[in-house]
């Protein structure tokens, strides 16, 4: 099982980017993916969900109505989609699960190295 994020870089406050989380070693749309951040000095956050058959979707409040999470399953990849970026978005992101369909920010174990993100102008 391995997970690969990549598509952080530096974007102004007000910009988008779309990370992704290509994921090899299982079937990726059978099984709920998470993004997850950490900013400095802070502790890692869940920020979003995918659950695993239905796609459900599940955001933290602040990035409610900004971020998109979504999935391809022909390109065994996940998607999160980040507009309206603010500094407080700043922060190293990664994918992860547990190979559980249904989603739950505890108990990840398996995590894919993280991507940074940085907003600023």
């Known amino acids: 099982v391995q997970l690969q994020a990549s598509g952080g870089g530096l974007v102004q406050p007000g910009g988008s980017l779309r990370l992704s989380c290509a994921a090899s070693g299982f079937p990726l749309d059978y099984y709920a993916i998470g993004w997850f951040r950490q900013a400095p000095g802070k502790e890692r956050e869940g920020v979003t969900c995918?659950?695993?058959?239905?796609?459900?979707?599940y955001y933290v409040n602040s990035v409610k109505g900004r971020f998109t999470i979504s999935r391809d399953n022909a390109k065994n990849t996940v998607y999160l989609q980040m507009t309206s970026l603010d500094p407080e978005d700043t922060a190293v992101y990664y994918c992860?699960?547990?190979?559980?369909?249904?989603?739950?920010?505890?108990?990840?174990?398996?995590w894919g190295k993280g991507t940074q993100v940085t907003v600023s102008s």
């Open positions: 992860a699960t547990k190979l559980s369909r249904r989603c739950n920010y505890q108990g990840m174990n398996y």
């Open positions: 995918i659950s695993g058959s239905d796609s459900r979707t």
